[in-house]
């Protein structure tokens, strides 16, 4: 019983431990170039957590991360790494953009959930090649879909600089550099913001903040894949194939179907990260949509646990880190690259801490079990 | 164009393949998966610039191998000492390489995403080479660091196949507690194998920077360290089968670059090939190579 609380403490105290290990590693960097790194973090809370609208900007930043996190912890409970996110995601936003600006005169009770579907769709056929070259080829999904991440950049860039390109932009532009674009969404297709609603509770949201509905719905869509893991029968299979396959198939779990299943679920999830960015800030597709959501996911994933509420968090602390970068940089000086190096940190971090306490608890249940079978003859607990 | 400007653009787009392939076979044959040599390169090209920039380009390629080995006894560290998914650890490899590269540009030279133009090493010409005009791009303007890279095949073979060191490096891949039984310190092999793939990988990077562009830019890598891997794949674990492979996706590379100058195929889809051949040669040969038995389990001397 005393093992037990044990255990949940020293998973719950992990990602803290992360957090101080890679703050301190990232401080030498800083130190580095001579500046303070206490002060470099001081100012990161202080230009966070000054006024309202700062929080709902982190939340804003935290709302990509909810939904890549998802999509790659999916597939760590299969023991496959999606590292495509990346591509997915980039797919989704440009199915969505065309859907989007193409349709006309739909309403947008119709038209918005045709833009989310159709992200959910090109996500899903993007990560489609790489799980059936592993199940049918064997070859090993990190590469597959790392060379599927470099090819999507090319087909959107072909689409949105060669095929759909916004002219009468071009034409409006004229002698300066014209943005390389494709046409704004109708209205129609757009995700609305949170700002009234908010304003509504009294809190008062100025209009430059971008928070908008696929937060709720990125919570909702963790406590949706929280409920399938654990009490649906996919979500079993899903992690006995995770755990030992091998296992699994002897009890009549079919590994490979599962794994196509799982694996074109967290494409799917993956269609929908940079939705929040298309149709609740930009309302366009360009050359400079946001990336890296997918490698941030990764981090993400990992420092949450898998679990639906650890990535909440942590995807709330990356979009705190991000907006901190921002301040740290104008005030500061210090490059806003300070994060990307404290995520790498935190992801090794995190991974090596975990291993070190698995081990810990495995010894520990061992010591258990060998006491108990020595003394009473009492059921081994778990 | 001529046939042998299209050979010698090949063999210039496969060395960094080659050089980073070289070392995912020492990795791989300890039993070290080792995806973080996209982030080696990454890190090589950026201090191969750094150090070519301040000190010329001999310190310049010294940098940028001690950079790749900085990166790969951390990847030694996690996966080797610690024994964490050694995918994961890679990939955090990558992260750490592209945001500190961009940290240390920005800090340095005031630019996130490249350095001011750096000198290279001095260009080799073959004597005589004026004189047969067909193979004169073959013959003129050789990096030094091509002529190393290409005997690095054979010293490569030699090492891992007929010397004390490559027969232990490959007992640990294949079978880590046999090894172990008999006297072999495991982790010190796995180190030796990852620091030189972070060493090779840095050297590819520096090779990038310094002898093929001129300068560093972000992104330039353009994942040539997954390529790599792929290329050691297909090559079959072995030195003499990654230099068939990375020429050929050197071949790609270069043929890219050919028929983008006069093309109706849009110029995206060119630029598409490597990646398209990746997948491709992944697909249709993986399955008649055989990676070492113990490849990508990390070691645990009292498990079971």
Redesign the interface.
């Known amino acids: 019983m005393n093992n037990r609380f044990k255990i949940i403490l020293l998973r719950l105290l992990s990602p803290i431990f992360a957090i101080f290990l890679a703050a301190l590693i990232s401080s030498l960097v800083i130190v580095f170039i001579h500046q303070n790194p206490l002060k470099v973090f001081v100012t990161m809370f202080s230009f966070s957590f000054r006024r309202i609208d700062s929080i709902a900007i982190i939340l804003y930043n935290a709302t990509p991360l909810i939904f890549s996190g998802l999509a790659v912890s999916v597939g760590f409970r299969m023991n496959l790494f999606n590292i495509g996110v990346e591509g997915q995601y980039l797919m989704g936003a440009f199915l969505a953009a065309l859907v989007g600006f193409s349709i006309k005169g739909l309403p947008a009770f119709i038209h918005l959930p045709l833009t989310i579907l159709s992200a959910i769709v090109a996500g899903a056929l993007w990560s489609f090649l790489p799980i059936y070259l592993k199940v049918k080829k064997g070859v090993h999904e990190v590469i597959s879909t790392i060379m599927l991440n470099y090819i999507s950049f090319s087909v959107i860039h072909y689409f949105i600089a060669d095929l759909l390109m916004d002219k009468s932009q071009k034409m409006l532009n004229g002698l300066g550099s014209p943005l390389v674009r494709m046409p704004k969404l109708m209205p129609t297709a757009l995700m609305p913001r949170m700002r009234e609603f908010l304003n509504m509770f009294g809190f008062n949201i100025p209009k430059h903040v971008y928070l908008n509905w696929f937060f709720p719905l990125g919570i909702l869509l963790a406590i949706g894949i929280y409920y399938m893991l654990m009490r649906t029968p996919f979500g079993f299979e899903l992690r006995a194939v995770g755990h030992n396959p091998d296992a699994a198939r002897t009890s009549g779990i079919k590994p490979e179907k599962v794994y196509f299943m799982g694996f074109i679920l967290s494409g799917a999830i993956a269609g929908l990260v940079g939705l929040s960015d298309l149709l609740g800030y930009f309302g366009y597709m360009d050359l400079d949509f946001p990336r890296n959501y997918g490698f941030n996911g990764i981090a993400v994933a990992l420092m949450g646990q898998n679990s639906p509420i650890g990535i909440i968090l942590s995807a709330i602390l990356f979009g705190f880190l991000n907006r901190g970068a921002e301040g740290v940089q104008t005030f500061l000086n210090v490059p806003m690259d300070t994060v990307i190096i404290l995520q790498a940190l935190m992801i090794i971090s995190i991974v090596i801490i975990t291993k070190v306490m698995n081990d810990y608890i495995k010894r520990m249940e061992k010591r258990e079990v060998s006491k108990n079978a020595s003394g009473r003859t009492a059921g081994v607990q778990l | 164009m001529h046939l042998a400007e299209l050979l010698a653009s090949s063999f210039r787009m496969a060395i960094p393949i080659l050089l980073t392939a070289l070392g995912a076979v020492y990795s791989e044959r300890s039993g070290v998966v080792n ?1 973080g040599l996209e982030g080696m390169m990454i890190v090589g090209s950026f201090w191969g610039a750094l150090g070519s920039y301040f000190y010329g380009p001999y310190v310049g390629f010294l940098v940028a191998m001690l950079a790749g080995i900085v990166l790969a006894i ?1 990847h030694a560290i ?1 996966s080797v000492t ?4 050694q ?3 890679g ?3 990558n ?2 390489a ?3 590269s ?2 240390m540009s ?2 340095i030279f005031k630019m ?1 995403t490249t350095t001011p133009h750096v000198a290279g090493l001095v260009k080799i010409n073959i004597p005589g080479a004026d004189s047969v005009p067909y193979l004169k791009p073959l013959l003129t303007g050789i990096s030094p660091i091509i002529i190393i890279t290409i005997l690095l095949v054979p010293i490569s073979e030699f090492i891992i196949n007929r010397t004390v060191f490559g027969l232990r490096l490959r007992a640990v891949g294949e079978n880590p507690l046999a090894a172990d039984t008999l006297g072999v310190n495991v982790f010190r092999m796995k180190y030796a194998g990852v620091l030189i793939s972070g060493m090779l990988a840095g050297l590819a990077g520096a090779y990038l920077a310094m002898e093929h562009t001129g300068m560093y830019v972000e992104g330039m890598t ?2 040539k360290g ?1 390529i790599a ?2 290329a050691m794949i297909f090559g079959n674990w072995t030195p003499s089968g990654a230099l068939m492979a990375s020429l050929l996706f050197g071949f790609a590379e270069s043929l890219s670059f050919r028929v983008v100058e006069n093309s109706f195929i ?1 110029y ?2 060119i ?2 090939i490597p ?2 051949l ?2 491709i040669v ?3 040969f ?2 008649k190579s055989t990676p070492p038995a113990a490849d990508g389990v990390p070691y645990e001397r009292n498990a079971g």
């Open positions: 995806i951390i996690a610690f024994k964490v998914d995918i994961v650890s990939v955090a490899l992260i750490l592209y945001g500190s961009r940290f920005q800090a996130a353009q994942g997954y891997l792929a849009p995206q889809f630029k598409m990646y398209m990746t997948l992944l697909a249709g993986v399955r």
